[in-house]
Nanobody, 123 residues
Framework: VQLQASGGGLVQAGGSLRLSCAVS????????MGWFRQGQGKEREFVVI????????YYADSVKGRFTISRDNAENTMYLQMNRLKPEDTAVYCC?????????????????WGRGTLVTVSS
């Protein structure tokens, strides 16, 4: 199983970016998938999860109302639409998938990880 994150870049505060996470090797259409981020000198933190057959979602308070997670099962790809970006959103963003479905916010609940993509938000 491989996850490949892409879509990062440099954007001004208030701007938008869309990250993608392409999955190969198996399908996670109704399993839990999430995004985490790690800023320089900071610990990895949970951003958002999509899980369950109904694609339920749960967001960290810091991104609620600005970020939107979604997935295209036909393409086996997950997306993270990030709007109204702030300098504090600057981080390496990684996508992850879990074998077991559930509302997982801890990184050790995930079994598969993609290489990160860097998001830099300038003030």
């Amino acid at each position: 199983v491989q996850l490949q994150a892409s879509g990062g870049g440099l954007v001004q505060a208030g701007g938008s970016l869309r990250l993608s996470c392409a999955v190969s090797g198996r399908t996670f259409s109704s399993a839990a998938m999430g995004w985490f981020r790690q800023g320089q000198g900071k610990e990895r933190e949970f951003v958002v999860i999509i899980y369950g057959r109904a694609d339920s979602t749960y967001y960290a308070d810091s991104v609620k109302g600005r970020f939107t997670i979604s997935r295209d099962n036909a393409e086996n790809t997950m997306y993270l639409q990030m709007n109204r970006l702030k300098p504090e959103d600057t981080a390496v963003y990684c996508c992850a998938a879990a074998r077991r479905d559930g509302l997982w916010t801890r990184s050790n609940s995930y079994d598969y990880w993609g290489r990160g993509t860097l998001v830099t938000v300038s003030s």
